[in-house]
């Protein structure tokens, strides 16, 4: 079964201290990784696509990689504005629009 | 460019009603999924629409249709409604390999 789980489900870091969150992912023909950043009450914001392993992409104090098993967000030096449920989503084949998500990522940072 | 819009933004309902929710994508956008969202299933997929017809379908029961209009505006449909269905109601649109959400529908059923 097609699967995508996050981890850890809830992250508290101190503003400036560094860290990952991890996607791993069991699905057949991956076309695309995206992550997510989901403030309460609001959409989910599009921060990434990755497509191959390998594949790395940056934002701000935010960067995404992908392997053939797993995505890592890596976040450095955190500000409290960071502070946001992230989730991962994978496009596993057919059309772009059907993308299977995580349960995400719960990150708080403490100034 | 103008996000995606979704309305109504909250809607409170009875079980065993209906409800349309609807939603505008980003313009030239011609690609709609629909997601619920709740706190113990997290996103789930609902379908997903291009230029009019439904392109993929998630697990859900029949009581959740959609459709497509000719300016890709879509609306989803729940028919008698259960307690269960209360949710976050998102939809998204794409274009090439990035999939824009709008601020959700909240629907409530008492």
């Known amino acids: 079964e097609d699967q995508v789980t996050q981890s850890p489900e809830a992250l508290r870091l101190q503003e400036g201290e560094s860290s990952s969150l991890n996607c791993s992912y069991t699905?057949?023909?991956?076309?695309?990784l995206f992550w997510y950043r989901q403030d309460p009450g609001k959409g989910p914001e599009f921060l990434f696509t990755?497509?191959?392993a390998g594949e790395e992409k940056e934002k701000e104090r935010l960067k995404a990689t992908l392997t053939k098993k797993e995505s890592f967000l890596h976040i450095t030096a955190p500000k409290p504005e960071d502070s946001a449920t992230y989730l991962c989503?994978?496009?596993?084949?057919?059309?772009?629009?059907?993308?299977?998500f995580g349960k995400g990522t719960k990150l708080s940072v403490k100034p | 460019k103008a996000g995606v819009t979704q309305t109504p933004r909250y809607l409170i309902k009875t079980r065993g009603q209906q409800v349309t929710l609807s939603c505008s994508p980003i313009?030239?956008?011609?690609?709609v999924s629909w997601y619920q969202q709740t706190p113990g299933q997290g996103l789930q997929f609902l379908f997903e629409?291009?230029?009019?017809?439904?392109?993929n379908k998630g697990n859900f029961p029949g009581r959740f249709s959609g459709r497509q209009f000719s300016n890709s505006r879509s609306e989803m449909n729940v028919s008698t409604l259960e307690l269960g269905d209360s949710a976050l109601y998102l939809c998204?649109?794409?274009?090439?390999?990035?999939?824009?959400f709008g601020p959700g529908t909240r629907l409530t059923v008492t």
């Open positions: 313009s030239g956008h011609r690609s």
């Open positions: 699905v057949s023909g991956l076309r695309g």
């Open positions: 990755l497509y191959s």
């Open positions: 629409y291009f230029s009019e017809t439904q392109r």
């Open positions: 989503a994978v496009w596993h084949g057919g059309s772009q629009g059907n993308l299977i």
């Open positions: 998204a649109s794409s274009f090439s390999g990035e999939q824009y």
